[in-house]
Structures are given as structure tokens and as C-alpha cells.
T-cell receptor
Framework: RKEVEQDPGPFNVPEGATVAFNCTYS??????FFWYRQDCRKEPKLLMS???SGNEDGRFTAQLNRASQYISLLIRDSKLSDSATYLC??????????FGTGTRLQVFP | SQTIHQWPATLVQPVGSPLSLECTVE??????LYWYRQAAGRGLQLLFY??????ISSEVPQNLSASRPQDRQFILSSKKLLLSDSGFYLC?????????????FGSGTQLSVL
């Protein structure tokens, strides 16, 4: 089983839609969780950290479910500019982040 | 503010040629440094990371090597490139905060081995 798994998609949604991605992790000792956004042929950029209590940043909401070992990202009122690949990353309290393979989102007019 | 520089942006190399990619970080000291590779349509694979000068941890056996000759300089090398070395190489840094480290990436090098 992979350490961090994501549905590769693509998720094709119309503008204004709400879309959610999940990311599962295998190590129950995982400590830190993040969502990154990656545009085509660009470097990943930190979108948001994921906290145990859940957190929101504008149209984006991140949640952590430790019991089921997954994190989620919810995007409300999707914009064309949200089209990208979304990577989840997990830290096992070491010096390295393990990334999922990413979920591709395509928002259409 | 902290910045990370990675060069070159693109590189085309013949099979069997050497490789040297360089990455430097500014505006911080004693960072953790990383090299990742992303093959076409695939996820980020951690290749090497370093917690200090001269300290290199290798994650995947391969014909690549890494060195950290200075605190904020990280170099990825190969003596003889293989076709399978093609990919998008990303350098990254994180602060040492004892957990919850966030990674910040350089702009990447697209390497094509022909």
C-alpha cells in the first residue's frame, strides 16, 4: 500500500461548483498534513496546512480525519483559475514530507 | 524574506553525460534541503534530503548523488545519465521547527535525457 494515496482524477466541474478531494495515508503516527497546488510544469505551492480541528481559508476548507486516516480539501464556488493539480503531503514527524500523486481539477465555463 | 533559487530551468543532455543541478537558499540559515523528482504524469519522489552541511540521506538507490558543500547550497549530480533520469527536478527547503515543517520549492529543472 502506498504511504499517501490520492484519486488522480481528473475532476471536471463547472464554474461555481463545489468539489472535494480526499487523500488517505497509511501511517497512523503521521503528525503534519498539507495541501499543495501545482500548475502544469510549475513547482508545487503550499495551499494550506491541515489542522486537527479543520481550517478554512476563503473558499477552501481542509479537514483531517485521524480515525479513518484521511485528509480532505473542499473547494466552494470553483473558479476557472482553480484548475490545477492538488497534492496532499504528510509528515511522519521526521524531516521529510511524503507526497501523494496529486488530483487533477479542471474547471470549465 | 526567504527565497530559493534553482537552475537551469531546462536541460537537454545525452545519455551517458554528467549532470550537475544547483540550488541555493537565501534569507535563512541551517535549513533542511531536499531534492525531489517528478516523472511525467507521476507524483513527487523524494531523492535526497539534508539536515546540515555534509549530511545527506538517500531515499532511492540510483545513479544520482547529492552534496551540500555549504549551509544553503544543495547540488544534485550524476556521472552518467540514463534515459530514466528524465523528469522534473525540484529543490526545496524547510525550516527546522521541530515538526509541522512546510516545504518551499524552487522553480524546478526540466531534464530531458536523449
Amino acid at each position: 500500500r502506498k504511504e499517501v494515496e490520492q484519486d488522480p482524477g481528473p475532476f471536471n466541474v463547472p464554474e461555481g461548483a463545489t468539489v472535494a478531494f480526499n487523500c488517505t495515508y497509511s501511517n497512523s503516527a503521521s503528525q503534519s498534513f498539507f495541501w499543495y497546488r501545482q500548475d502544469c510544469r510549475k513547482e508545487p505551492k503550499l495551499l494550506m496546512s491541515v489542522y486537527s480541528s479543520g481550517n478554512e481559508d476563503g473558499r477552501f476548507t481542509a479537514q483531517l480525519n485521524r480515525a479513518s486516516q484521511y485528509i480532505s480539501l473542499l473547494i466552494r464556488d470553483s473558479k476557472l483559475s482553480d484548475s490545477a493539480t492538488y497534492l496532499c503531503a504528510v509528515n511522519y514527524n521526521t524531516d521529510k514530507l511524503i507526497f501523494g500523486t496529486g488530483t487533477r481539477l479542471q474547471v470549465f465555463p | 524574506s526567504q527565497t530559493i533559487h534553482q537552475w537551469p530551468a531546462t536541460l537537454v543532455q545525452p545519455v551517458g553525460s554528467p549532470l550537475s543541478l544547483e540550488c541555493t537558499v537565501e534569507g535563512t540559515s541551517n535549513p533542511n534541503l531536499y531534492w525531489y523528482r517528478q516523472a511525467a504524469g507521476r507524483g513527487l519522489q523524494l531523492l535526497f534530503y539534508s539536515v546540515g552541511i555534509g549530511q545527506i540521506s538517500s531515499e532511492v538507490p540510483q545513479n544520482l548523488s547529492a552534496s551540500r558543500p555549504q549551509d544553503r547550497q544543495f547540488i544534485l549530480s550524476s556521472k552518467k545519465l540514463l534515459l530514466s533520469d528524465s523528469g522534473f527536478y525540484l529543490c526545496a527547503w524547510s525550516p527546522k521547527t521541530g515538526g509541522n515543517e512546510k516545504l518551499f520549492f524552487g522553480s524546478g529543472t526540466q531534464l530531458s535525457v536523449l
